[in-house]
C-alpha cells in the first residue's frame, strides 16, 4: 500500500459520495450555512424553560468582555452570592481589575522562577520551551483565583472599574510576553556569564519593577485603602471608611478557603479514581495555595453540585463551553449538532479518550446556580455565565443532564456537602502532572 494518496483513490471516494442519499441536498446546506447551523437540533423548548425545583437567588450578570478570565470571575461571582445578603446589595460586584493585576504580576514572578529553575537546560528542553511558549496569559484556574483573594484580598469594582486592557487583553498579553522572553534571555545569559542563584533572583526582582510598571499603566495601581459608598437595595445610605483590601475581604466576606475542595472526574489514561493529583506548573502564586484535584466518577461529581446549590451555595465548575452549546439561545444540549447524522459518521468519544486525544477542553468556567430534580434526578441545570446579559435568558444559560455529563469537569465543593470517601482521598500524596498534562 503506498503513503501518497492515489489518483484512483480520490476517484474511488468520488463514486462512494454519489451513492450517498441525499449527499447533494446535504451538500448545499452545509456550504451555504456551515456546519452548525446545517446540524443543529431543534430542540423542545419546554425542556430548557429556565424554570428550577432548587436555585440560589442570584443578581444580573457580569462580563469578561474580550478576555480569559472566566475563572476569576466565576469565583468571584461565588462569593458575591454569599455577601450580597450581608450588604443588602444584591447585584453587588467585585474587582476583576484588581485582581488580574496581581494575577499577572505573580504570574510574571512564577514564569521567571521556572526561567531560574531550568536555567542550566537547553532552550530545546520541552519543559523550557513549554514555559516560553505558555508565557503569562489570563487564564487560570480555581485555586489561582482562591490564592490571589487570600494574599491580597478583594475591592469592591466602584474602586477599581475595569479598564480597557483589562476587559481587552490581547495587546497586554502580548506585551508582557515580549518583555518576559526577553527576560529569561537575559537570565539565561547572567547564568551563563557566572551569576549565582541569588543573583538571579535580584535580577529577577528588577525585571518584575518594569513588569509592575506595565501593569500600573495598563490597569492603574490597586489601591492600598479606601472608603466605600453605597446604596443598598432598600435605597439606604451607607459609607465604610479606611478599608484596605484584606479588610474588606475579612469584614464582609470571611471565607475559608481550605472549605473547599476541587472535584474532577476523567478516566483518562494514567488518571485513577479515588486519587488526587496536582499541577505545579499552574500554581501561579509561588508560596500561595497549590491546584490538588480529587478524581471521582460523575455521579459524585454531580450529587456534590445538587447537595451544594439546595444547601443555598452556588457552584464554581470547569467546563467546556465550546462543545454542544448555542451561545445566542444560552443552551448547552448534549448532541446540540447532530454532525454524525449529517456526515454520516460516529464522532462518539468517552471523557477519556476526548482527554487522551486533547479533544476535550476545560475552555471555560461558569457557575451552577440552579438545578431542576424530577424524582430526585437532575434534569437540567441553571448556569451563570459571564458574558453579558445579550446571550441567554439575561446571560442565565440552560444545561440540560446529558451536557453536564459530557462536559463538567471540575466543581469546587464545601467539604460539609462531601462523602467521607472524598475526604479520605486528601490525607494521600498527590501525583504530581506534567505542565502539558491534558488536564492542564
Given at each position: 500500500m503506498s503513503k501518497a494518496i492515489s489518483l484512483a483513490q480520490v476517484q474511488q471516494y468520488r463514486d462512494e459520495l454519489a451513492k450517498v442519499p441525499g449527499a447533494a441536498a446535504l451538500s448545499r446546506a452545509v456550504q451555504n450555512v456551515g456546519i452548525k447551523a446545517a446540524s443543529h437540533q431543534n430542540l423542545e423548548q419546554s425542556a430548557f424553560a429556565p424554570v428550577f425545583s432548587d436555585e440560589v437567588d442570584t443578581g444580573a450578570v457580569t462580563n469578561q468582555k474580550h478576555s480569559g478570565r472566566c475563572w476569576m470571575f466565576a469565583e468571584l461571582n461565588t462569593m458575591r452570592h454569599a455577601v450580597a445578603g450581608k450588604l443588602g446589595v444584591r447585584d453587588l460586584e467585585f474587582s476583576q481589575a484588581f485582581l488580574a493585576f496581581y494575577d499577572r504580576l505573580e504570574k510574571s514572578n512564577e514564569f521567571l522562577e521556572h526561567m531560574i529553575a531550568t536555567v542550566s537546560e537547553p532552550t530545546g528542553s520541552r519543559e523550557v520551551d513549554w514555559y516560553l511558549n505558555w508565557g503569562n496569559g489570563d487564564g487560570g484556574q480555581?485555586?489561582?483565583?482562591?490564592?490571589?483573594?487570600?494574599?491580597?484580598?478583594?475591592?469592591?469594582?466602584?474602586?477599581?472599574?475595569?479598564?480597557?486592557?483589562?476587559?481587552?487583553?490581547?495587546?497586554?498579553?502580548?506585551?508582557?510576553?515580549?518583555?518576559?522572553?526577553?527576560?529569561?534571555?537575559?537570565?539565561?545569559?547572567?547564568?551563563a556569564d557566572g551569576a549565582d542563584e541569588d543573583q538571579l533572583r535580584s535580577q529577577k526582582e528588577e525585571q518584575l519593577g518594569v513588569i509592575y510598571r506595565i501593569l500600573a499603566m495598563a490597569y492603574g495601581e490597586p489601591p492600598r485603602s479606601f472608603d466605600f459608598e453605597y446604596r443598598d437595595d432598600q435605597h439606604q445610605y451607607h459609607r465604610v471608611t479606611g478599608l484596605t483590601p484584606k479588610s474588606f475581604f475579612d469584614q464582609y466576606l470571611g471565607w475559608d478557603f481550605d472549605q473547599y475542595v476541587m472535584l474532577i472526574s476523567t478516566n483518562a489514561t494514567g488518571k485513577e479514581y479515588w486519587?488526587?493529583?496536582?499541577?505545579?506548573?499552574?500554581?501561579?502564586?509561588?508560596?500561595?495555595?497549590?491546584i490538588v484535584w480529587v478524581n471521582v466518577?460523575?455521579?459524585?461529581?454531580?450529587?456534590?453540585?445538587?447537595?451544594?446549590i439546595r444547601g443555598g451555595e452556588t457552584v464554581w465548575f470547569g467546563n467546556d463551553v465550546l462543545a454542544d452549546s448555542d451561545r445566542q439561545s444560552g443552551t448547552l444540549a448534549g448532541g446540540l449538532y447532530a454532525q454524525g447524522e449529517l456526515f454520516g459518521v460516529d464522532f462518539g468519544m468517552d471523557v477519556g479518550t476526548r482527554f487522551d486525544t486533547h479533544q476535550a477542553e476545560v475552555s471555560h468556567a461558569m457557575v451552577l446556580t440552579g438545578v431542576d430534580l424530577v424524582?430526585?434526578?437532575?434534569?437540567?441545570?441553571?448556569?451563570?455565565n459571564s458574558w453579558g446579559k445579550e446571550n441567554g435568558h439575561d446571560g442565565y444559560f440552560v444545561a440540560d443532564e446529558q451536557w453536564y455529563?459530557?462536559?463538567?469537569?471540575?466543581?469546587?465543593?464545601?467539604?460539609?456537602?462531601?462523602?467521607?470517601?472524598?475526604?479520605?482521598?486528601?490525607?494521600?500524596?498527590?501525583?504530581?502532572l506534567a505542565p502539558w498534562d491534558p488536564l492542564a
Open positions: 480555581y485555586e489561582n483565583a482562591t490564592a490571589l483573594i487570600a494574599k491580597y484580598g478583594v475591592v469592591p469594582k466602584s474602586v477599581m472599574p475595569e479598564t480597557y486592557n483589562s476587559a481587552n487583553t490581547t495587546g497586554l498579553n502580548a506585551t508582557l510576553n515580549l518583555k518576559l522572553r526577553q527576560d529569561a534571555v537575559a537570565l539565561r545569559q547572567a547564568f486519587h488526587s493529583y496536582t499541577l505545579p506548573a499552574q500554581d501561579h502564586v509561588v508560596g500561595g495555595r497549590n466518577p460523575q455521579s459524585v461529581l454531580e450529587q456534590a453540585s445538587v447537595d451544594q424524582d430526585g434526578q437532575p434534569t437540567k441545570w441553571k448556569v451563570e455529563r459530557d462536559y463538567t469537569y471540575s466543581v469546587a465543593i464545601n467539604r460539609q456537602y462531601l462523602p467521607q470517601a472524598v475526604l479520605n482521598v486528601l490525607a494521600q500524596t498527590p501525583t504530581e
